[in-house]
């Protein structure tokens, strides 16, 4: 008579059985976002030190001839200098990725998306620190970029950072790989 009532797709739990745990089996993987996100920000943020104390109001260097060469500039806008005059909001939009990452992490199982929001959360954080701390002002600064590739924006490496976290999470999501560790084929 039991088993008649109970719900079809339900588990057949007995007397004493413990039910089954809801939680992918495995560790958490916030010990590795947070190396990950601290290595590239520490990177990050010596690199750009010594890009302003060495670099900065000197002429560029060139690295791979004209393809590739360091030149100091101060960003205060996003990629490819748009937005010079949002500079807030883009420091308000870092501020809710960092968020973001660190509540998406309590539900963290899986490396790959471990390795990916610490590159997206070491990458935001050094942007973010230069945005609070630089000149012009706290929320206004601007982002030291240095690395300058013939016919493309300059950079830094916290935006590599940002870019190469972006895209793992969209090959992880194509393979369908969740952060919870689960996989699933849509």
Same mark, same amino acid.
């Given at each position: ?39 590239? %920000?520490?990177?990050?943020?010596? #690199? ?60 963290? %199982? ?49 935006? #590599? ?26």
């Amino acid at each position: 008579m039991a088993e008649a009532e109970r719900i079809i797709g339900t588990p057949d739990v007995g007397e004493g059985a413990e039910p089954e745990p809801t939680e992918p089996k495995g560790h958490r993987r916030i010990a590795a976002l947070l190396v990950v996100a601290v290595l590239a %920000y520490l990177i990050d943020l010596g #690199s750009k030190m010594v890009v302003v104390a060495k670099l900065e109001h000197q002429q560029p260097i060139e690295v791979v001839g004209d393809l590739l060469k360091f030149e100091a500039i101060r960003n205060p806008g996003a990629a490819f200098g748009f937005g010079e005059a949002f500079t807030i909001i883009f420091t308000c939009i870092a501020a809710t990725v960092i968020v973001v990452i660190v509540r998406l992490a309590r539900k963290l %199982y899986s490396l790959p998306w471990a390795i990916a929001l610490g590159l997206l959360l070491g990458g935001a954080l050094g942007n973010l620190t230069d945005r609070i701390f630089r000149s012009p002002g706290i929320f206004r600064g601007a982002v030291v970029d240095f690395i300058a590739p013939t016919h493309f924006a300059v950079f830094n490496l916290a935006d #590599s950072a940002i870019v190469c976290g972006g895209v793992l999470i969209v090959l992880l999501s194509f393979k369908g790989l969740d952060p919870d560790g689960t996989v699933h084929k849509d």
